[in-house]
T-cell receptor, first 113, second 110 residues
């Protein structure tokens, strides 16, 4: 079955540490996205990539970094510069001209301890 | 600044009730409006709306768009406990970019 897989589902991080969230898709989708979801704030776009080796900042990119070395993979690194990283992170993908929106992963809940 | 606003933020109803969820938007380059249902983890697609006044319907759920007044509503009739979820509204602008609303958290009590 095709789909989009995020791992891990739960992640705990100490303050000052970088951590990388994995996102893999086997849907042959061109575009991939990272969103952050906080209570009462909906989904906010962190980074997106329309093609391999290219990515763009979203609305809240500060303190995050990404790479897109393969079409199937779009890992997100939460760096120590991100001041409030505790949140639910959703990865999504779509065909470049997909009018029906995204396919979402199941998310990673990151907690800073 | 582009924005999507959903109301109410949360709602508690009894099984069998009918609910109406609202989504208003102010964006440039509107392309379409989508509704998603998010239960535990990943949002799942419900409807896509591009034209005003044309109702989309799926079982007990229906949705309509008003491009003049810049809003959409999602109706759920005869609610069931399985309808409990966060309902997200998203507006597509250029390319494949979407602006998401805050979501409406619906709880259906038996």
């Amino acid at each position: 079955d095709g789909g989009i897989t995020q791992s891990p589902k739960y992640l705990f991080r100490k303050e000052g540490q970088n951590v990388t969230l994995s996102c893999e898709q086997n849907l042959n989708h061109d575009a991939m996205y990272w969103y952050r979801q906080d209570p009462g704030q909906g989904l906010r776009l962190i980074y997106y990539s329309q093609i391999v080796n290219d990515f763009q900042k979203g609305d809240i990119a500060e303190g995050y970094s990404v790479s897109r070395e393969k079409k199937e993979s779009f890992p997100l690194t939460v760096t120590s510069a991100q001041k409030n990283p505790t949140a639910f992170y959703l990865c999504a993908s779509s065909r470049r001209a997909d009018v029906y929106g995204y396919t979402f992963g199941s998310g990673t809940r990151l907690t800073v301890v | 600044e582009d924005k999507v606003v959903q109301s109410p933020l949360s709602l508690v109803v009894h099984e069998g009730d009918t609910v109406t969820l609202n989504c208003s938007y102010e964006v440039t380059n509107f392309r379409s409006l989508l509704w998603y249902k998010q239960e535990k983890k990943a949002p799942t697609f419900l409807f896509m709306l591009t034209s005003s006044g044309i109702e989309k319907k799926s079982g007990r759920l229906s949705s309509i768009l008003d491009k003049k007044e810049l809003f959409s509503i999602l109706n759920i009739t005869a609610t069931q406990t399985g309808d409990s979820a966060i309902y997200l509204c998203a507006v597509k602008i250029t390319g494949n970019q979407f602006y998401f609303g805050t979501g409406t958290s619906l709880t259906v009590i038996p």
